[in-house]
């Protein structure tokens, strides 16, 4: 299939599924219930080098935070470095070519993926193009720089691993995908000398780190007879702690499987393209309609429900100080406890949708909006 098709069957695809499972944004959301506030955020810069990602919602440009310093990217071709402590630019560049990933950071250099089937990477320190790389196909999944590889999944369902110092293809895994996908920005995950990558087709792919399968699994099957009920895709990136695959799907499944053997260690329904946030006994997320769970980690059992975020397009969710802190499609941060899921505080960046994860380091907190605004928060 030509990157042409690809292209159009991503951007239909993500459009009937908005439609069918999302408020448009000219609907008016549920009023918010009123929050008896019981912790303190406080904004400590604003940083507006970055033009965000528009229109195109669907796209996730993660900034990567590290040694201090948050690396991002825009939509339009910038990348930028800009200093954690107080948001000053430490450095930007712009490329000709349409950015759709986050950043990856490591071995000395900063890497994104572009929808024209590019990886461009860049010096770490001053933010020099170095090399680019041409794929097969759309890259919507930010790269992962590990095992002195630049690992990148693309939209055709390959695992490209990279020389990190001229961006030549080391090794090139094929899984495949389906005509119909609804995003595919899940980035692979390294767990000690394992790749984990999920894929369009509700599939979960464990390779060696020279790109050998190891074991593959089905997490979900295409149900129903129109285009969007068979769209089953991992949007999410899968978590591992303790040789224990975290893995979530579009119109799916829940679950957690044994790194080694894929043996099924539990699973509940469930429909979610976000991520997923762990801490010693519980599994965090938010669905498709805005519900965010708290699950138990060895059984999936139910912790709480919080449902009052209905239709708000919400992030994954992130964790600070017994906090469970998620974004919503109006700029809102909302702080929910971690033992019961109710409200105990709201922020409102700016009226501009929150479209990646909060960024947690320490008492900070880092929020990236649609419009490209970077804001840091303190927890007081």
């Known amino acids: 299939m030509t990157r042409i098709f690809y292209s159009t069957i ?23 219930p009123e929050v008896k506030s019981e912790v303190s955020a406080k904004p400590v810069w604003s940083n507006t080098e970055g033009a965000g990602v528009g229109k195109q919602t669907y796209l996730d440009l993660m900034p990567t935070l590290h040694d201090n310093v948050l690396y991002a990217s825009d939509a339009k071709g910038r ?15 712009r490329v000709k070519a349409p950015i759709a990933t986050g950043t990856a ?3 000395g250099i900063v890497a994104v993926g572009t929808s024209d089937a590019r990886v461009i990477a860049f010096q770490q320190k001053t933010g020099k193009e170095i090399w680019q790389a041409t794929l ?4 919507l999944a930010a790269p992962v720089i590990a095992h002195q590889h630049v690992l990148v999944k693309t939209v055709d369902g390959k695992v490209y691993a990279l020389n990190p110092q001229n961006g030549s293809v080391t090794w090139m895994y094929d899984h495949g995908a389906p005509s119909l996908i609804l995003r595919a920005v899940s980035s692979p995950v390294v767990a000690g000398d394992k790749i984990v990558a999920g894929f369009s087709d509700g599939q979960l792919d464990v390779l060696s780190s020279d790109g050998k399968l190891i074991w593959q699994k089905s997490l979900a099957q295409p149900m129903g007879s129109t285009a969007v009920e068979q769209m089953v895709d991992i949007n999410a990136d899968p978590v591992v702690v303790n040789g224990v695959v975290y893995v979530t ?8 499987y044994a790194l080694h053997s894929g043996e099924l260690l539990w699973e509940d329904k469930m429909s979610s393209y976000s991520g997923l946030a762990l801490n010693q006994e519980q599994v965090f997320t938010s669905d498709e309609h805005g519900d965010v769970w708290a699950l138990d980690r ?8 919080q449902v009052q975020l209905k239709g708000r397009t919400l992030t994954a969710p992130a964790l600070l100080e017994n906090n469970v802190i998620v974004g919503d499609q109006e700029g809102h941060i909302h702080f929910l406890s971690e033992n019961d899921g109710h409200f105990k505080g709201r922020v409102q960046v700016n009226s501009s949708a929150i479209v990646t994860t909060p960024i947690v380091n320490g008492k900070m907190f880092y929020v990236m909006t649609a419009n490209g605004n970077l804001v840091a928060y303190r927890m007081g």
């Open 298 to 305: 060895s059984s999936g059992k139910t912790f709480w429900k």
């Open 249 to 256: 799907t579009f119109q799916g499944n829940i679950g957690a």
């Open 79 to 93: 990348v930028f470095a800009i200093n954690a402590t107080h948001g000053k630019t430490m450095w930007s560049t």
């Open 10 to 32: 991503l951007l239909s695809c993500f459009l009937l599924a908005s439609c069918a499972h999302h408020k448009k944004s000219n609907d008016k959301l549920p009023q918010l």
């Open 136 to 139: 097969s196909n759309e890259v």
């Open 105 to 107: 950071v490591g071995d």
